[in-house]
């Protein structure tokens, strides 16, 4: 019999008490052995909570406890979980973990403290869809030549209610607040940020990439509008919070931004809180992953299958690899991503604004592939929607900056980015 | 280093030996040891192939070698593998195979025979999709409460083209043919034989369910028509060959069929020579896999993962558990499959000819949901198209040779079936 001991028993962690018994039978009968929570840990001892198992406030009863076999850390943050997971791994319990910022953070230093004790972390990225074991084992003969995902359902749920059904940005925060899909300071979510852990930990496995939060490019959906949404349908194009990673010669683009994406890609079509990964093999093509990326019970399903894994004895290295993973690859610098860019910007309504937008972006090497422009309440101001050709990041970062001091134009300009 | 010896080196197996030769930077860092493709076996020896190893027209030469570590069958055909594949692993090779024809028949005594050492068939079912693994490892928590898959991407091109450009079925088949999608001899593809060997495969992965192609419902696409495809339309259907597992009680359907499904969900939005597999686990909720499901590079890329995992040691049981599965469940008989019904019918044009067809149906206690009547080009004829509420399969072939008695039916009656 196995035993498992829980780090925090929140919603996620009450599931994987529920599912270990409520489905032991299927679990044992996949596993080859019975595997049963025993204990767990949780900050407040006099919450009343709807498991049957042994509970203290104490993580070191877990994780210096002989008996426990696996350890399943679920408390969130960074630090402390880092501790006590490098404790567990010391005492020589496995671990499994759902807790992205962990890795986001820590994991080429855990993969080294792990050795050959199993350290798994399916359930940290896109919830239950199991977007790890491809990665790590069913795309194995591959290199990666790119990755997209929708990684947070609460910016998905977002852009899907803005684009569907008209709604305005602040409205449907408000919404997904009261719906329990946004925090009360939404910015983790709607700012990126959640996003970019979970591509971090991504971007790993396949390109064996070190970097953390703060080296790549991280926007959120904060200043999309409207205009933005019925410029998008216009041109054939879905508007999602993507997480990017890109093989480009020797470096790799890591990226998390709003994205105009053509309607007809399978990823456009991911709708609502679900969440996706399409991952772009040299060898097999394009395939894609969908499912739902949070919940207690399918993050439970995404635990219970690496518990199910270490069990069997099938856990193999933490990142999927020993060494050496396409060891000449460096992470690209952000003002080297290259791609094609949406603008916006308000304009004075006047002969010659538009040749003096365009040679500024021209001074920059920039050229234009598709323009609208459109009328605004106000009779003198006028809006100018447009997308470009390929540009470098900073070639376009310069160009706003001088478009920002032209007398012509009015207010702030906004940017987003495509992919096709 | 590990050795591999192919059976069978046509385009698949060439993909194989060029992978590992030309990846072998990347998949000996996630294997942690080197890969080569030693020796493979070919019919016709004359024959002039684009790859470096070893060839032989003895099976034998590669099965009883010593030095071969992993033997990969890709010969197609049931009995000759099957014979060579026993005899690889009772000479302690582990085998991997991409023969769902193999498995259909002998899964069972091949799980039976492998016992601990290593049998995989990643590539046998979807093609490049890591379909296999997300059942057997990422889903392990989950009892599966149904699949459905797009698994024959013959038919999705066809379908696809039939419901995007109108094309008729002939001339459709014979462009498929032409590209090569399609053999001289579409049956196994379009009458849904090739999609029921890869049902069968996932439903001994979920459910345990011991069965073989004769055993289950399987119908093609051979009689859909442009009639079919606007009244599928015009009620927000999509049209896909789909293979059909669904947990009834303690009853499993298995089922492979064309199938009305809404065109919002998932898996209707699955284009062209794609693949998909959505599956719902009563824990995760529905999950969806989607990639190519033909072709050199993306099976090989299937076959060479399953090698990288017997190298890590990463094998597990064939079927994903040792015994007792879900051990209570039985497949469904045919007759008992419960479902909506798409009805085509040609009648006389004449008053009353709706009641006398609504009161057979209501004989056989069947109900109407929708109903489209159609003029034809001949006046005495009107085309009657209808959907029904659910009712078991007995029931409608039942209702349906009633129906072909009535005087006022000309011609046969066309059926599909609904799944919401």
Redesign the interface.
């Known amino acids: 019999m196995v035993k498992i001991g829980i780090l925090g028993v929140g919603t996620v962690g009450t599931?994987v008490a529920k599912?270990l018994q409520e489905?032991a039978?299927?679990?044992e009968?996949?596993?080859?052995r019975s595997i049963i929570a025993k204990s767990g840990v949780v900050k407040n001892l006099s919450k009343k909570r709807d498991v049957s198992i042994l509970l203290s406030d104490n993580p070191l009863d877990v994780v210096n406890d002989p008996e426990i076999d696996i350890v399943v850390e679920l408390m969130g943050g960074v630090e402390e979980p880092y501790q006590l997971v490098k404790q567990a791994l010391s005492n020589g319990k496995a671990v499994v973990t759902a807790n992205k910022a962990l890795l986001a953070y820590h994991r080429y230093e855990l993969q080294e403290l792990a050795g050959d004790t199993p350290l798994m972390y399916?359930a940290s990225t896109a919830g239950?869809?199991?977007i790890i074991?491809?990665l790590r084992?069913?795309?194995?003969?591959?290199?990666v030549e790119s990755m997209q995902g929708i990684m947070n359902g609460t910016c998905n749920y977002m852009l899907t209610k803005m684009i569907n059904e008209g709604a305005q940005y602040d409205a449907i925060l408000k919404e997904a607040q009261e719906l329990g899909y946004a925090e009360a300071d939404p910015t983790f979510d709607v700012g990126g940020f959640d996003a970019s852990h979970k591509l971090l930990i991504l971007a790993s496995i396949a390109y064996g990439i070190d970097a953390k939060p703060e080296d790549i490019l991280i926007e959120g959906i904060e200043n999309i509008t409207q205009t933005d949404v019925a410029f998008a349908k216009e041109f054939g194009y879905e508007i999602k919070l993507l997480g990017i990673a890109k093989k480009v010669g020797e470096g790799v683009e890591l990226r998390v931004h709003a994205t105009m994406i053509p309607q007809e890609s399978?990823i456009a079509?991911?709708d609502g809180v679900m969440n996706a990964v399409t991952v772009i093999?040299?060898?097999?093509?394009?395939?894609?992953?969908?499912?739902?990326g949070a919940?207690g019970?399918?993050t439970?399903?995404?635990?219970?299958?690496d518990i199910?894994?270490i069990v069997?004895?099938?856990?193999?290295?933490m990142l999927?690899?020993?060494?050496?993973?396409?060891s000449r690859l460096k992470l690209l610098p952000k003002e080297e991503i290259v791609t094609q860019y949406y603008l916006r910007l308000e304009v004075a309504d006047q002969s010659g604004v538009l040749a003096e937008v365009t040679s500024t972006l021209g001074e920059f090497g920039i050229s234009i592939e598709a323009m609208l422009q459109k009328p605004t309440a106000d009779e003198s101001i006028a809006k100018l929607l447009f997308t470009t050709h390929k540009c470098k990041e900073s070639q376009m970062q310069e160009a706003i900056t001088a478009l920002g001091r032209l007398a012509v134009v009015q207010g702030e300009i906004a940017m987003m980015r495509i992919e096709k």
């Open positions: 599931s599912i489905n039978d299927i679990i009968a996949r596993a080859g399916e239950g869809i199991p074991g491809a084992t069913g795309l194995s003969a591959n290199h399978m079509k991911v093999g040299d060898r097999v093509g394009e395939t894609m992953y969908y499912g739902p919940g019970d399918a439970a399903s995404a635990v219970i299958s199910v894994d069997r004895g099938n856990h193999g290295p999927g690899y020993k060494k050496g993973l396409e």
